[in-house]
């Protein structure tokens, strides 16, 4: 039995399939986290390389014959896989930022946590949001949600063809990142308005009787009362992430259209 014959385009195709590959997966949400080792998420990557590369059509006329090209082929894929991790990032990020909108209203801002996602310190609360959110991610598959748009960007922007950004490409990005900002304050509204409201009460209680010490009985009541409101509002969170999922699929369909060549 004959060993499979492997020409240079092949290979060429086959290593830029793997850089596209690799990027999503080092910088998606729950795929590219560090909690995951190293070793796993390149296993990922060459198991998931070897099945969908043999399914992508390469024209041996495209691939570039010099060392050079080759190396903007590369910088292209890498491009383009770090443009549809991010859309799907955008998802999971929503939860840092309304977790900083709820630890604002509950007097938590100093209560910080390590977090090893983006190696910095963010409040308690938005750690515990996250960690809420990446749950609903996995239950709602949206880590197939990111492989299919892998496949998908195979088969609208084949190996070997060199990605032109255009300006539609910029807008969609800038249009994910204002969706972001709208569903964390969908997620925060609910806790921020009625937090609002009793500090507004508190304020006028300091004024009415000013012997009382109105920061000591506050800020424990705002942190009961806030998280007992995270715990009635945490019903509607699969509905919104959902269809944030929903919004996210859309939004990387159209991206991977201004990829096409």
């Known amino acids: 039995m004959n060993a499979p014959v492997i020409n240079a385009d092949e290979f060429a195709a086959f290593v830029l399939v793997l850089l596209r590959l690799s990027m999503v997966i080092a910088m998606a949400p729950v795929l590219g986290s560090?909690?995951?080792?190293?070793?796993?998420?390149?296993a990922l990557a060459l198991t998931l390389t070897f099945v969908i590369a043999p399914l992508v059509s390469v024209e041996a006329s495209q691939m570039p014959m010099t060392w050079f090209g080759f190396a903007w082929l590369a910088i292209s894929e890498l491009m383009m896989g770090l443009a549809l991790a991010f859309m799907v990032r955008l998802v999971l990020e929503t939860a840092n930022l309304a977790g900083e909108y709820l630890s604002f209203q509950m007097s938590m801002t100093m209560v910080n946590l390590m977090d090893p996602q983006g190696g910095g310190q963010v409040?308690?609360?938005?750690?515990?949001?996250?960690?809420?959110?990446v749950l609903?991610?996995?239950?709602?598959?949206?880590?197939?949600?990111?492989?299919?748009?892998?496949?998908?960007?195979?088969?609208?922007?084949?190996?070997?063809v060199m990605v032109l950004w255009r300006p539609e490409t910029f807008t969609e990005v800038l249009k994910g990142v204002g969706r972001m900002y709208i569903l964390a304050v969908k997620?925060?509204?609910?806790?921020?308005?009625?937090?609002?409201c009793s500090k507004v009460s508190f304020g006028i209680v300091a004024k009415a009787v000013p012997q009382m010490q109105v920061l000591f009985v506050g800020m424990p009541l705002f942190i009961m009362v806030g998280l007992a409101l995270m715990g009635f509002s945490m019903?509607?969170?699969?509905?919104?992430?959902?269809?944030?999922?929903?919004?996210?699929?859309?939004?990387l369909s159209r991206l991977i259209g201004f990829f096409a060549p």
Not at 136 to 160: C, R, T
Not at 235 to 251: G, I, K, M, T
């Open 123 to 133: 409040p308690v609360i938005s750690r515990l949001v996250y960690i809420i959110f």
């Open 235 to 251: 019903d509607f969170w699969p509905r919104l992430v959902a269809q944030s999922l929903f919004e996210a699929q859309e939004a």
């Open 34 to 42: 560090p909690n995951i080792v190293t070793e796993a998420k390149v």
């Open 187 to 196: 997620i925060a509204a609910p806790v921020v308005g009625i937090l609002f």
């Open 136 to 160: 609903i991610f996995l239950y709602a598959n949206g880590h197939l949600v990111v492989i299919k748009a892998l496949v998908d960007s195979f088969k609208v922007a084949p190996p070997g």
